[in-house]
């Protein structure tokens, strides 16, 4: 670190590399990426309530230590991602509704410093900066480990079925209903990814990823989406963390351009059925481009996921449960070309604009930004609210007060920023 302060030399930190656009975890030959992908422990304690696991590990990596200790902790759903990326910007969890988002569950950070320091962030010793890592991504310093609250967990139910897009309309009402429960507390172990899937003949089928953190099959709460007929496939099963985590990321097969973008709603279905109306019609001129594929993601984020952060020292994502129910949506675009690059982004941007808009006249537009989610061009540190972002400032100034992961790092989203042109 010291060698790259003293001669100014730009730098990335790759842990897992998931974010889709180029730069966000490398850098070209002008600098240096710091790859942590050989830091990639994974130690439980003793008392087997705490998993330290290296800043270069993938969900995979920790949750085949802990399935065969019948141990969990709250982290990414999809077994190919990294542990640092996800957790830093926040981190969406099957087991989100009991334990809060995966960054609420870290017990301590170890970072190294832009001084070269290592210095340990918890509730006890650095708090300012713990609460800043968790959702302040890259700007503070370089997670070198995570120490992570641990519980048991034997086998979990869950799996993908998949529906024609005819039931769209129904899906939108059983996903405000599912919220509204959710939120409710009626039964904190089950979580939806409702899914709308794009191809070259336009909108082709829903595909839904249920996970129950219990082995119980058709949970009362779940019966709505597993009862829908007809089904063009059913993988539900009794099964472990690690096979539903492999299972959910062979849905995004490497290879392919990609790009992602994201926006905060209320809990309406009539909203979701306005917006997914946009999404038919703004993709609709680039769906013949090669191997175009688009995923239209909603995700309940209800009040029982919001209230769960001040538990545990509070973080910077600027949500609670004082916002109500809310739903993200996540668009994933793949294709094979980058002379097709503009179109995509275009179409992105265009249908983040619209659909905010028209959320904002509903009064059912929330400004949080999902960072893992968000677009290049997207500002989802600013989504965190004034407050928040005056934390992440004030801790930036008083961790790195030269200012090196926001001059020397370029890759993901600052703490000030002047390119932001989308999208709402």
């Given at each position: 670190m010291a060698i790259l302060v003293t001669h100014a030399c730009k730098f990335a930190v790759r842990g897992g590399g998931h974010m889709s656009w180029a730069g966000a975890a490398n850098i070209d030959a002008s600098g240096v990426t710091i790859d942590l992908s050989a830091m990639k422990q994974v130690e439980v304690s003793d008392d087997r309530t705490i998993t330290s696991v290296g800043g270069g590990a993938r969900w995979e990596d920790v949750y085949l230590k802990l399935d065969a200790l019948d141990l969990a902790v709250s982290g990414g759903r999809v077994a190919a991602v990294g542990v640092g990326g996800l957790i830093t910007g926040g981190g969406n969890s099957f087991f989100a509704s009991r334990y809060g988002f995966a960054c609420d569950n870290v017990q301590n950070f170890e970072v190294v410093l832009a001084s070269g320091k290592i210095v340990n962030a918890n509730i006890h010793e650095h708090r300012g900066l713990y609460r800043a890592l968790k959702g302040g991504t890259n700007n503070f310093g370089i997670v070198t480990r995570?120490?992570?609250?641990?519980?048991?967990?034997?086998?979990?139910?869950?799996?993908?079925?998949?529906?024609?897009?005819?039931?769209?309309?129904?899906?939108?009402?059983?996903?405000?209903?599912?919220?509204?429960?959710?939120?409710?507390?009626?039964?904190?172990?089950?979580?939806?990814?409702?899914?709308?899937?794009?191809?070259?003949?336009?909108?082709?089928?829903?595909?839904?990823?249920?996970?129950?953190?219990?082995?119980?099959?058709?949970?009362?709460?779940?019966?709505?989406?597993?009862?829908?007929?007809?089904?063009?496939?059913?993988t539900l099963r009794t099964t472990n963390l690690t096979n539903l985590t492999i299972e959910l990321g062979q849905g995004t097969p490497n290879g392919l351009r990609q790009q992602f973008g994201t926006a905060t709603f209320s809990n309406n279905a009539t909203l979701f059925a306005h917006i997914f109306a946009l999404a038919t019609e703004i993709f609709e001129p680039i769906q013949s481009i090669d191997n175009f594929l688009a995923s239209f993601v909603l995700q309940p984020i209800s009040k029982a996921i919001t209230s769960r952060a001040h538990l545990t020292g509070g973080n910077s994502l600027g949500i609670s449960a004082q916002d109500g129910n809310l739903v993200w949506l996540d668009l994933t675009l793949q294709w094979s070309s980058p002379t097709d690059d503009a179109a995509v982004t275009n179409a992105t941007q265009t249908l983040l604009r619209c659909a905010t808009a028209y959320a904002k006249a509903q009064g059912l537009h929330h400004d949080f930004l999902y960072l893992n989610y968000a677009l290049q061009t997207q500002d989802p540190i600013a989504g965190y609210g004034s407050e928040s972002v005056a934390h992440l400032r004030n801790m930036s100034g008083l961790y790195d007060p030269s200012g090196v992961f926001q001059r020397l790092v370029p890759g993901g989203f600052k703490l000030w920023r002047e390119d932001v042109g989308c999208c709402g």
């Amino acid at each position: 670190m010291a060698i790259l302060v003293t001669h100014a030399c730009k730098f990335a930190v790759r842990g897992g590399g998931h974010m889709s656009w180029a730069g966000a975890a490398n850098i070209d030959a002008s600098g240096v990426t710091i790859d942590l992908s050989a830091m990639k422990q994974v130690e439980v304690s003793d008392d087997r309530t705490i998993t330290s696991v290296g800043g270069g590990a993938r969900w995979e990596d920790v949750y085949l230590k802990l399935d065969a200790l019948d141990l969990a902790v709250s982290g990414g759903r999809v077994a190919a991602v990294g542990v640092g990326g996800l957790i830093t910007g926040g981190g969406n969890s099957f087991f989100a509704s009991r334990y809060g988002f995966a960054c609420d569950n870290v017990q301590n950070f170890e970072v190294v410093l832009a001084s070269g320091k290592i210095v340990n962030a918890n509730i006890h010793e650095h708090r300012g900066l713990y609460r800043a890592l968790k959702g302040g991504t890259n700007n503070f310093g370089i997670v070198t480990r995570f120490d992570l609250q641990t519980f048991s967990q034997g086998k979990l139910w869950g799996g993908m079925i998949y529906n024609p897009i005819e039931s769209a309309a129904l899906q939108f009402q059983y996903l405000e209903d599912f919220t509204t429960a959710s939120g409710n507390g009626v039964d904190d172990h089950a979580s939806i990814i409702n899914a709308y899937i794009f191809t070259a003949a336009g909108p082709s089928l829903v595909a839904n990823q249920f996970t129950y953190t219990k082995p119980e099959p058709f949970p009362s709460i779940l019966c709505n989406f597993t009862d829908l007929q007809p089904q063009m496939s059913n993988t539900l099963r009794t099964t472990n963390l690690t096979n539903l985590t492999i299972e959910l990321g062979q849905g995004t097969p490497n290879g392919l351009r990609q790009q992602f973008g994201t926006a905060t709603f209320s809990n309406n279905a009539t909203l979701f059925a306005h917006i997914f109306a946009l999404a038919t019609e703004i993709f609709e001129p680039i769906q013949s481009i090669d191997n175009f594929l688009a995923s239209f993601v909603l995700q309940p984020i209800s009040k029982a996921i919001t209230s769960r952060a001040h538990l545990t020292g509070g973080n910077s994502l600027g949500i609670s449960a004082q916002d109500g129910n809310l739903v993200w949506l996540d668009l994933t675009l793949q294709w094979s070309s980058p002379t097709d690059d503009a179109a995509v982004t275009n179409a992105t941007q265009t249908l983040l604009r619209c659909a905010t808009a028209y959320a904002k006249a509903q009064g059912l537009h929330h400004d949080f930004l999902y960072l893992n989610y968000a677009l290049q061009t997207q500002d989802p540190i600013a989504g965190y609210g004034s407050e928040s972002v005056a934390h992440l400032r004030n801790m930036s100034g008083l961790y790195d007060p030269s200012g090196v992961f926001q001059r020397l790092v370029p890759g993901g989203f600052k703490l000030w920023r002047e390119d932001v042109g989308c999208c709402g």
